[in-house]
């Protein structure tokens, strides 16, 4: 138990770059920037203006999107456009951006890791079936599924915690077990 519980943590600290496990509070900014590959800027640039401040909603809303949206989208095309059949493991690069861009953000990252993970794979969810999702194969050979959606939720409410709950209400919905961007 020891063992897996350090090859875990020792998974979790390359998956975020050889950077130790920080409470949510003090990520470092580089961390949370690589959602979408943006740059880190300065530390004022992490968070938009909360409401009452010079910066209004649409703006702050506005930097939101053009941060998350190339990440939601590879992923909606990585399970629904037929790239990947069930039972379908990612390319090269597919991986990279789940595992260092998403994973890292989900709540139970270190659970979902276990011994390590040896592929991402997409494939039928075993209580739904109608619902394709992503599944972390560990190299143990053991598998378990994870929602992008609560990495997103993560991600968003780690780098943007005044606006996380307006904008993932309005932007994103769960209908037919799709993530659905409203104009």
């Known amino acids: 138990m020891a063992l897996a519980a350090a090859l875990a943590r020792a998974a979790t600290l390359l998956l975020r770059g050889g950077r130790a496990p920080t409470p949510s509070a003090s990520l470092s900014l580089g961390i949370r920037r690589e959602l979408c590959g943006v740059p880190s800027s300065a530390a004022a640039a992490d968070e938009p203006s909360a409401a009452g401040e010079a910066e209004p909603w649409e703006d702050a809303e506005a930097e939101i999107l053009r941060d998350v949206e190339p990440?939601?989208?590879?992923?909606?095309?990585?399970?629904?456009?037929?790239?990947?059949?069930?039972?379908?493991f990612l390319s090269p690069n597919d991986e990279k951006v789940v595992v260092e861009k998403l994973l890292p953000h989900h709540p139970r990252s270190e659970d979902k890791i276990g011994c390590g993970i040896d592929a991402i794979m997409v494939d039928r969810h075993p209580d739904y079936k109608k619902s394709r999702c992503l599944f972390l194969v560990r190299t143990n050979g053991d598998c378990e599924d994870f929602s992008y959606r609560k990495c997103l939720r993560g991600y968003l409410e780690e780098k943007y915690p005044s606006h996380a709950d307006r904008f993932i209400k309005k932007h994103i919905v769960q209908r037919r077990s799709q993530l659905v961007r409203l104009p």
């Open 71 to 88: 990440v939601v989208e590879l992923v909606k095309d990585i399970l629904h456009s037929g790239r990947y059949g069930d039972g379908g």
